[in-house]
């Protein structure tokens, strides 16, 4: 059985396409990401699958159920943490463990042993007596997703999970997000960090103006972008021109050049013409500092489909 299925998948703010006819298939017990640019419907689309929002049009179906018809099935077996953290900061997060527990029907000793338990999977047992003001970022998001699984669910919703955290804290909340792979639970998350998508998602969405542009591993994107990037640094700044023609001769007029760092670059569609270009640049007695052969990054197949950054994407969503 998929965890999430939708076909067609629409939503619409006034004259605002946010979500415009989106397929997904996510498979049960992967972990599965959702890239695409600020404003490109990611949220939206969360927040349909979750029940929040009611589609404009199409149909979706999460674990089995249809998330208008059987919307309280849904809720029962979902849990979303979104970009901000939904903690009370005046409680400490421990009380906001056994709240949460309460809530769900824990008993006071079974939400006690809860959140215990919870505060010392994520390591927040030495904070747990301090007001969540008083936590750091890295903290709150811990103690969010905690919140998240004081029941664990069959699938969590994780919406820009490690915004404006630390790479420290950023680090510690994939391991969480691998645990909670790892022990059965189907993960989809929206992301604008490109190497969080490379080190956690098994397959990958890319969205943009509301449509799904790609999808695939993310070693399949990256070799849709096509050809690996030539790297070459001039050991002589003085003979960066004559490197520049030569390359230009063997890989055409593409060839993209940094004087200041006496640095070329050229995307490679046939491996077999580097050796080509390695050996036109020895005859010619051009010594050269670097010489490398890299494979497309996600950064590459986020640009080559959106024709944006996606580090400028996220700096936007941060500074927002």
């Not at 404009?56 to 970009?83: F, I, N, P, Y």
Request: hydrophobic fraction near 45%; avoid cysteine; charged fraction near 25%.
């Amino acid at each position: 059985m998929l965890a999430i299925e939708t076909s067609a998948l629409q939503k619409h703010f006034a004259d605002t396409k946010a979500v415009n006819g989106i397929d997904l298939n996510v498979a049960t017990g992967s972990v599965f990401g959702l890239l695409g640019p600020n404003g490109a419907g990611k949220t939206t689309t969360i927040r349909m699958l979750a029940t929040l929002l009611k589609p404009d049009g199409g149909t979706a179906r999460v674990l089995g159920h249809d998330v208008v018809r059987e919307a309280d099935k849904v809720r029962a077996k979902v849990s979303l943490t979104g970009q901000f953290a939904s903690v009370d900061e005046d409680l400490t997060g421990q009380e906001n463990l056994v709240m949460i527990s309460r809530l769900l029907g824990f008993s006071w000793p079974g939400a006690r042993a809860r959140a215990k338990e919870l505060l010392e999977a994520f390591e927040l047992e030495e904070a747990a007596g301090r007001q969540v003001r008083a936590f750091s970022g890295g903290m709150r998001r811990r103690l969010d997703i905690a919140a998240s699984l004081v029941v664990t669910p069959e699938l969590l919703f994780l919406d820009e999970p490690t915004t404006g955290l630390d790479p420290r804290s950023r680090n510690q909340v994939w391991d969480i997000v691998r645990a909670i792979a790892a022990e059965g639970t189907t993960v989809l998350l929206t992301t604008q960090y490109l190497e969080e998508a490379d080190h956690l998602a098994d397959r990958l969405a890319v969205i943009d103006h509301g449509r799904l542009i790609a999808e695939g591993s993310s070693r399949e994107l990256k070799r849709s972008v096509g050809g690996s990037t030539l790297h070459v640094q001039v050991a002589d700044a003085g003979r960066h021109m004559d490197a520049l023609q030569l390359l230009r001769g063997v890989f055409g007029d593409e060839v993209q050049e940094d004087r200041e760092a006496a640095r070329l670059s050229v995307r490679v569609a046939r491996e077999e013409l580097a050796p080509q270009a390695l050996s036109a640049l020895a005859a010619a007695g051009i010594t050269v500092n670097e010489f490398a052969l890299s494979q497309p990054t996600l950064d590459d197949v986020f640009f080559a489909l959106t024709g944006r950054a996606a580090e400028e994407e996220a700096q936007k969503e941060e500074a927002a």
